[in-house]
């Protein structure tokens, strides 16, 4: 069974940066995809972020680019590195991992994906 365990959240001031860490374990397959969503109460949630070693081998939201980077090191932990925050990315932000067929587009459409418990992120003007 996939498990998630998120950590690094916090609050921080507009300007400034968090790394976010998620340590998966349980997953045994050889394609991944992988990263982070976010909500915010009374809004849907937004994909953030995610890594894959198919194609494409990154994506990021819009509105992250150019500030965010995720990465993933070998023992299956996954990162969002956060600079230059704004009040805006303030929300929940969520690990998530796609179960094979592990691809970007499923991923992004969350049809099969395992969860962590969420982190809060706080970024105050």
């Known amino acids: 069974q996939v498990q998630l365990v998120e950590s690094g959240g916090g609050s921080v001031q507009a300007g400034g940066s968090l790394r976010l860490s998620c340590a998966v374990s349980?997953?045994?397959?050889?394609?991944?995809?992988m990263g982070w969503f976010r909500q915010v109460p009374g809004k849907e949630r937004e994909a953030v972020a995610a890594?894959?070693?198919?194609?494409?081998?990154t994506y990021y939201v819009d509105s992250v680019k150019g500030r965010f980077t995720v990465s993933q090191d070998e023992k299956n932990t996954v990162y969002l590195q956060m600079n230059s925050l704004k009040p805006e990315d303030t929300a929940m932000y969520y690990c998530?991992?796609?179960?094979?067929?592990?691809?970007?587009?499923?991923?992004?459409?969350?049809?099969?994906?395992?969860w962590g418990q969420g982190t809060q992120v706080t970024v105050s003007s």
């Open positions: 998530a991992v796609a179960r094979p067929p592990s691809t970007m587009a499923r991923w992004l459409a969350s049809l099969d994906n395992a």
């Open positions: 349980g997953y045994t397959y050889r394609s991944f995809c």
């Open positions: 890594i894959s070693n198919g194609v494409p081998g």
